[in-house]
C-alpha cells in the first residue's frame, strides 16, 4: 500500500476508539430495544402465582398474585370463550360472581354466562380490554343461559344478543325485559361492587323504567361499548395495600346531564386516528408497577384445576409436587360475609353465603 494513503497511527486510533464507542452504544439500547411488551409476557401465562392474593397497581395498569379460576361449568353459570384463557381472578372476585349466579337464578334469571374476568396473573391482555388486568373485573353476557351445556365449539362461536341498536344508541325494547334489570339490580346491591359499566342506552333505559328505589343506579355508569354485556368492577381487597383505587361514584342517580351527553353527536364522532396504537401495545414492563416482575417470576401451582375455585372453598395447592407434606383438607363456613382477601388463595376459604368491545377506545 502506498504510504501515502496508509492511516497513520493517530487516525487509527481515532477509528479505533470511535468503533469501541459504537459497539458500546449498541449494547447499551439493546435491551431496550429488546425488552418485550408487558401483554406479551402475562399473556403468555396459563397458571397464576401460589401465593396470597394481591392486587398491584391500577385496573388499567397492573397485574395480580393469588389468583383462582373459576371453574367453566357450574350449577348456575357457564364460562364463555374458554380459549382465551381469562376465567381468573382475585379469590374475592370469583366468589362474588358465583353468588351473584346464585342469586340471579332466584331472581328469575336463567344463570350467568360470563366473559373476560382477567388473565392468570392479571397485567394488560393480548387482545381487547384497557382494564382487566388486577383481578377486580369482570364481564357479565346479557344472553340469558341456554337450559343446556354448551360445547366448547359452541362457547367459542355463539354471538351474543346486541341489546342497543347501533344508530339510536337506544335499548332495542323487544329484547330487553324486568329480568335484565333485575340482574344488574342485584349486581349492585352487593357493597364490594363499585360500578357497573354499561352502554349508555342501558343506562337510559333504566333511569326511564325503574321506580321505588333508585339509589343503586348511581353503580350503573355509562361508557362505549358494553352493548351485549355488562362490566362488573369491586373495590381493592384487603391484603392489597399496593392497590390503587378508583374515584368514588356521585350520589345521585346519574340520569341527568351526564347521561345527556351520551345522547348528542359528542361522543359518537369517528376517532381522528383509528390506527394509533393502544396503551395495551405499548405498554413495557417499566410501565407497570414494580412488583409485577416478582409476579411473573413467582411459582405456580401444579395445575389449573389445583387452583379452581370450588363450592366456595379454594383447593390447596403448591407450586410442584410435595409428596412429603400432605395437603389440608378444603373446608367451607356457612353464612354469608365476604372472602378474607388477606387470606392465601390456596387455603380452604369461606363460602360467600347460600345456595367483544365495540368500535371506541376501550379505555375503562
Known amino acids: 500500500m502506498n504510504s501515502a494513503i496508509r492511516p497513520s497511527p493517530g487516525r487509527s486510533s481515532l477509528l479505533a476508539t470511535a468503533l469501541g464507542m459504537l459497539a458500546l452504544t449498541a449494547l447499551a439500547v439493546q435491551p431496550a430495544a429488546a425488552e418485550e411488551r408487558a401483554k406479551d409476557l402475562f399473556g403468555a401465562e396459563k397458571l397464576p402465582t401460589a401465593t396470597a392474593p394481591q392486587s398491584f397497581g391500577f385496573y388499567s395498569k397492573g397485574c395480580f398474585a393469588g389468583g383462582v379460576a373459576i371453574p367453566m361449568d357450574g350449577p348456575t353459570w357457564q364460562v364463555m370463550r374458554p380459549s382465551r384463557n381469562r376465567r ?45 388486568q388486577i383481578g377486580l373485573d369482570a364481564d357479565i353476557w346479557l344472553t340469558p343461559m341456554p337450559d343446556r351445556t354448551m360445547t366448547r365449539a359452541q362457547r367459542e362461536n355463539m354471538s351474543a344478543t ?34 357497573i359499566l354499561v352502554n349508555p342506552g342501558i343506562k ?67 376517532n381522528k386516528n383509528p ?20 409476579v411473573l417470576d413467582a411459582p ?19 407450586a410442584g ?22 387470606a392465601n388463595a390456596f387455603a380452604a376459604t369461606p363460602r360467600m353465603g347460600a345456595p367483544v368491545p365495540r368500535p371506541r377506545p376501550p379505555v375503562n
Open 162 to 195: 346486541l341489546m342497543v341498536d347501533e344508530k339510536t344508541h337506544l335499548v332495542k325494547d323487544a329484547l330487553w325485559t324486568p329480568q335484565h334489570t333485575a340482574l344488574l339490580k342485584r349486581a349492585a346491591s352487593y357493597p364490594q361492587v363499585e360500578r
Open 321 to 342: 409436587p410435595e409428596p412429603e407434606t400432605p395437603s389440608q383438607p378444603a373446608t367451607t363456613a356457612s353464612g354469608g360475609g365476604d372472602l378474607p382477601g388477606a
Open 88 to 132: 381468573w381472578g382475585h379469590p374475592a372476585m370469583i366468589a362474588l360472581i358465583e353468588k351473584l349466579s346464585r342469586d340471579a337464578v332466584a331472581d328469575g334469571w336463567p344463570g350467568l354466562l360470563i366473559g373476560d374476568i382477567a388473565q392468570p396473573r392479571g397485567g394488560p391482555m393480548t387482545t381487547g380490554h384497557a382494564s382487566h
Open 300 to 318: 405456580g401451582p401444579a395445575s389449573a384445576e389445583a387452583a379452581t375455585y370450588h363450592s366456595g372453598a379454594v383447593p390447596v395447592a403448591v
Open 275 to 294: 390506527d394509533a396504537p393502544k396503551a395495551r401495545d405499548l405498554m413495557m414492563m417499566a410501565n407497570l408497577p414494580k412488583e409485577c416482575r416478582a
Open 204 to 270: 337510559k333505559k333504566l333511569c326511564d323504567t325503574v321506580k321505588g328505589d333508585r339509589s343503586w343506579l348511581r353503580k350503573i355508569r355509562p361508557f362505549w361499548g358494553h352493548d351485549y354485556h355488562f362490566h362488573m368492577r369491586i373495590g381493592c381487597q384487603p391484603g392489597s395495600p399496593n392497590c390503587k383505587a378508583q374515584e368514588t361514584t356521585p350520589d345521585d342517580d346519574g340520569c341527568g346531564k351526564p347521561l345527556a351527553w351520551w345522547f348528542t353527536e359528542e361522543p359518537w364522532r369517528p
